[in-house]
């Protein structure tokens, strides 16, 4: 009689990942070094930020403004949220390399899963325990501030704020820390790099800290809005450069600053359709000709997608330049535009955060702003080169929007102050950007072919390429006209 054997009970992607998600959930319970911390972080960890409220609210109320003492509750409460969940940083760090290391890697990878499927039951395991700690601590605070005097009842929209803001915090460090774990070949390196996650949560609870002595609750949710998308893009990108195969062949990472130096060269000598091939010393020799008729028109074409996205970033500039200045006018007579003098421009050299109105100083701070946007996509993905795009140009939308509010032409002003220099500014500016927003952005989504490292280095070439053969010239020669030739069009235009 033939045996019927039964097939293996089908599962969507969720089911398949929650295989992995209950297993290591169960493992992390056996643990009492695990569970034992969870445990004084959410139920002892509350009771004692109940006794410094109630020592706090009495000791304060008598020196200070009460409304002060009141707004010490919320910030309470989000920290009775954020330490358990500090701790899931430590648990995701161990998800793969922790694993590696005890040699116990090999049955998960080898399990009939996809690599999505693995790497989202790993991040889950890794979230589901210090964030159900998180909301118990949060409810034994509450609950224990309700019932002890003086009572403190938080309104609705603050609690579930809490909740979400714990949440997405909790989101973007457990996304962060296993994208750092399957990346890694020992726990050591792991903890090294989780300072990139670490520094910049520590002091974003800073910034939520002084919104909430501020009590503008409404900004917080723009907090949690933007950590959500930081949380989907870590999760993506993780999700991108997970490889199993890799993660069992990866051995010991070595810094070699020789290698690095070379294929950096490399990467910046060869034409881009070239980039790829190592091993092509022909290919990697200078020629200016080449870089202008060749590489520099390619690489603008390769990089029509940011340049797009920059575009877009300069849109919503003008707009929200518009909006703030309709907010904010000037007050009437607060400055005019007639008769104007030589001795005007020299008095701004006495503005706070205002570059001298020579050559080499308006040249530095152009280039200055372009070097810092492409460091900081490295740490943020690209999204602060937006941020800089959408302050820099926006406040010229905020000037242009005044001038038109008190009555002048605001043709004539663009003409002679923004024209004369801005017709090559504004296009570096904006190629700068989205080169530098591709530094951040191919961290995401390496080229096929690269690893993240050889991408990132691929990526600075080009950065640099197009920064010293285009960028450069333009700013330096739009800073000398800006120097030289646009103060004496405005004295024409607006002068006595």
């Given at each position: 009689m033939a045996v019927q054997?039964?097939?293996?009970?089908?599962?969507?992607?969720?089911?398949?990942?929650?295989?992995?998600?209950?297993?290591?959930?169960?493992?992390?319970?056996?643990?009492w070094r695990i569970v034992s911390p969870v445990i004084v972080l959410t139920l002892i960890f509350p009771f004692i930020m109940d006794f410094t409220s109630r020592f706090a609210t009495n000791w304060v109320s008598q020196f200070t403004d009460p409304i002060l003492v009141e707004r010490l509750n919320p910030?309470?409460?989000?920290?009775?949220?954020?330490?358990?969940?500090?701790?899931?940083?430590?648990?995701?760090?161990?998800?793969?390399?922790?694993?590696?290391?005890?040699?116990?890697?090999?049955?998960?990878?080898?399990?009939?899963?996809?690599?999505?499927?693995?790497?989202?039951?790993?991040?889950?395991?890794s979230l589901a325990l210090p964030l159900l700690a998180a909301y118990l601590?949060?409810?034994?605070?509450?609950?224990?501030?309700?019932?002890?005097?003086?009572?403190?009842?938080?309104?609705?929209d603050l609690t579930l704020l809490m909740f979400a803001l714990t949440t997405v915090e909790a989101l973007v460090m457990v996304a962060g820390a296993v994208v750092v774990s399957s990346q890694t070949t020992s726990v050591r390196a792991a903890n090294l790099l989780a300072s990139f996650i670490?520094?910049?949560?520590?002091l974003l609870i800073q910034a939520e800290s002084v919104i909430m002595f501020y009590a503008d609750y409404r900004a917080l949710w723009w907090f949690v809005l933007a950590l959500f998308v930081i949380a989907i893009i870590l999760v993506r990108t993780g999700i991108r450069l997970f490889n199993r195969e890799e993660i069992l062949s990866r051995e010991m990472d070595e810094l070699?600053?020789?290698?690095?130096?070379?294929?950096?060269?490399?990467?910046?000598?060869?034409?881009?359709e070239l980039a790829g091939?190592?091993?092509n010393t022909v290919a990697a020799r200078f020629s200016l000709p080449r870089f202008y008729r060749h590489d520099i028109p390619l690489l603008l074409r390769q990089q029509r997608s940011a340049l797009l996205v920059i575009l877009l970033a300069v849109a919503a500039s003008a707009v929200f330049g518009v909006m703030f200045a309709r907010q904010y006018p000037v007050p009437d007579g607060a400055f005019s535009l007639e008769g104007l003098t030589a001795e005007t421009f020299q008095s701004l050299e006495n503005v706070?955060?205002?570059?001298?109105?020579?050559?080499?100083?308006?040249?530095?701070?152009?280039?200055?702003?372009?070097?810092?946007?492409?460091?900081?996509?490295?740490?943020?993905?690209?999204?602060?080169?937006?941020?800089?795009?959408?302050?820099?140009?926006?406040?010229v939308s905020f000037i242009i929007a005044e001038v038109t509010a008190i009555g002048l032409n605001p043709w004539l002003f663009v003409a002679a102050f923004i024209l004369p220099h801005g017709?090559?500014?504004?296009?570096?500016?904006?190629?700068?950007?989205?080169?530098?927003?591709?530094?951040?952005a191919v961290m995401m989504s390496p080229p096929d072919g690269l690893d993240v490292g050889q991408a990132l280095l691929l990526t600075l070439a080009n950065f640099v390429k197009i920064l010293v053969f285009v960028i450069v010239p333009l700013l330096l020669l739009a800073a000398t006209i800006e120097a030289n030739i646009t103060p004496h069009i405005v004295l024409a235009v607006y002068g006595r």
């Amino acid at each position: 009689m033939a045996v019927q054997t039964v097939p293996r009970r089908q599962r969507g992607m969720l089911g398949s990942a929650m295989v992995i998600t209950r297993r290591e959930v169960r493992d992390s319970l056996k643990d009492w070094r695990i569970v034992s911390p969870v445990i004084v972080l959410t139920l002892i960890f509350p009771f004692i930020m109940d006794f410094t409220s109630r020592f706090a609210t009495n000791w304060v109320s008598q020196f200070t403004d009460p409304i002060l003492v009141e707004r010490l509750n919320p910030f309470l409460l989000m920290v009775v949220g954020f330490f358990p969940i500090s701790f899931s940083l430590i648990i995701a760090l161990e998800s793969f390399v922790g694993e590696k290391e005890r040699n116990s890697i090999e049955p998960i990878l080898s399990m009939p899963l996809s690599d999505l499927e693995l790497y989202l039951g790993k991040m889950l395991s890794s979230l589901a325990l210090p964030l159900l700690a998180a909301y118990l601590g949060i409810t034994v605070f509450l609950v224990t501030r309700m019932t002890t005097t003086p009572v403190w009842i938080p309104p609705l929209d603050l609690t579930l704020l809490m909740f979400a803001l714990t949440t997405v915090e909790a989101l973007v460090m457990v996304a962060g820390a296993v994208v750092v774990s399957s990346q890694t070949t020992s726990v050591r390196a792991a903890n090294l790099l989780a300072s990139f996650i670490i520094i910049p949560m520590a002091l974003l609870i800073q910034a939520e800290s002084v919104i909430m002595f501020y009590a503008d609750y409404r900004a917080l949710w723009w907090f949690v809005l933007a950590l959500f998308v930081i949380a989907i893009i870590l999760v993506r990108t993780g999700i991108r450069l997970f490889n199993r195969e890799e993660i069992l062949s990866r051995e010991m990472d070595e810094l070699h600053i020789k290698f690095i130096w070379r294929d950096f060269w490399g990467y910046f000598l060869r034409p881009p359709e070239l980039a790829g091939q190592r091993s092509n010393t022909v290919a990697a020799r200078f020629s200016l000709p080449r870089f202008y008729r060749h590489d520099i028109p390619l690489l603008l074409r390769q990089q029509r997608s940011a340049l797009l996205v920059i575009l877009l970033a300069v849109a919503a500039s003008a707009v929200f330049g518009v909006m703030f200045a309709r907010q904010y006018p000037v007050p009437d007579g607060a400055f005019s535009l007639e008769g104007l003098t030589a001795e005007t421009f020299q008095s701004l050299e006495n503005v706070p955060f205002m570059p001298s109105i020579t050559t080499p100083a308006i040249f530095i701070n152009n280039l200055r702003v372009i070097i810092l946007a492409a460091l900081v996509s490295v740490f943020s993905f690209g999204a602060l080169v937006l941020f800089l795009t959408l302050i820099n140009l926006g406040l010229v939308s905020f000037i242009i929007a005044e001038v038109t509010a008190i009555g002048l032409n605001p043709w004539l002003f663009v003409a002679a102050f923004i024209l004369p220099h801005g017709i090559l500014e504004i296009p570096a500016i904006i190629i700068g950007m989205a080169f530098a927003l591709r530094i951040g952005a191919v961290m995401m989504s390496p080229p096929d072919g690269l690893d993240v490292g050889q991408a990132l280095l691929l990526t600075l070439a080009n950065f640099v390429k197009i920064l010293v053969f285009v960028i450069v010239p333009l700013l330096l020669l739009a800073a000398t006209i800006e120097a030289n030739i646009t103060p004496h069009i405005v004295l024409a235009v607006y002068g006595r």
